[in-house]
């Protein structure tokens, strides 16, 4: 699935649940989107590919410096369906929110979703030029292009216990982090196995990786999307369309193994 349909399913899904929001795709100068959407924009960079993770942090850092934060900001990644209104979370006295979730690996922070809370701007700019510069000096080989961002989140962040902190606002050198459950806020299903009939109370925004996102249609189309007709809301569906899901990411196995950034 393309960025192009991913974006489009994204959209759709927060402008279900979200009282007018609007939308920056910050993306490479190539990349195409539908750029005559009165509610998008599209800000285009050069972007090196080598680095891509250090670039979309270059990037985030350049957003919040040139924008005014009227309002609060979230950085999401395409390929996720909101399920619920995130706007109530800054309510909240935070500077930033990120999902915490358990990590053997050292990256308990996903770096798809940050939430910027509009509160105190030039805080919230030093952390993302102190993020991307800390970055620059410390990602090496490829983590510049893959997991970098999320290692030195989880290095700005320190040794927080998973259970302890999870809904709390603690402060980390002067800034005020919202920890919130990935389960609830970014989740996504263990290894990249989605179920079309799955349970989704609970969840506040569905995350599609890696084959996931051949699923990103069809659970849009048939669980989320609220103007879907009765035959797409029947269970017999949901089961059905799964089992043709799972043969299909049966297909793409051989496919990812081989080159996983051709999907």
Not at 125 to 132: A, E, G, I, S, V
Not at 210 to 218: E, K, T
Request: with cysteine; aromatic share 12%; glycine share 6%.
């Amino acid at each position: 699935m393309e960025g192009k349909e991913q974006f489009g399913l994204f959209r759709a899904s927060v402008l279900a649940v979200e009282d007018d929001p609007s939308f920056v795709i910050l993306t490479d100068e190539d990349t195409p989107f539908d750029e005559g959407l009165p509610d998008v924009a599209v800000n285009r960079a050069p972007v090196d590919p080598t680095e891509i993770m250090l670039e979309r942090t270059r990037r985030q850092a350049a957003f919040l410096e040139a924008d005014p934060l009227n309002e609060p900001v979230g950085f999401f990644d395409t390929d996720m369906l909101m399920l619920e209104a995130f706007s109530p979370l800054f309510e909240h006295d935070f500077d930033i929110a990120v999902t915490l979730r358990p990590s053997g690996r050292g990256m308990p922070v996903n770096g798809g979703l940050i939430l910027v809370n509009n509160r105190r701007p030039a805080l919230v700019r030093q952390f993302f030029c102190d993020l991307r510069n800390r970055m620059e000096r410390e990602a090496k080989g490829t983590q510049r292009e893959w997991y970098g961002d999320q290692i030195t989140l989880a290095n700005v962040i320190g040794d927080v216990s998973l259970p302890d902190v999870l809904g709390e606002i603690h402060e980390i050198d002067g800034v005020r982090i919202l920890f919130l459950d990935y389960a609830s806020y970014n989740y996504s299903p263990k290894r990249e196995h989605p179920l079309l009939w799955g349970e989704l109370s609970g969840i506040f925004l569905y995350h599609f990786k890696g084959r996931c996102r051949i699923y990103m249609r069809d659970f849009w189309q048939r669980r989320i999307a609220p103007n879907r007709g009765w035959v797409d809301r029947s269970p017999l569906t949901w089961f059905l369309a799964g089992l043709a899901l799972e043969w299909k990411r049966k297909q793409t196995n051989p496919v990812f193994r081989a080159d996983t950034r051709r999907l």
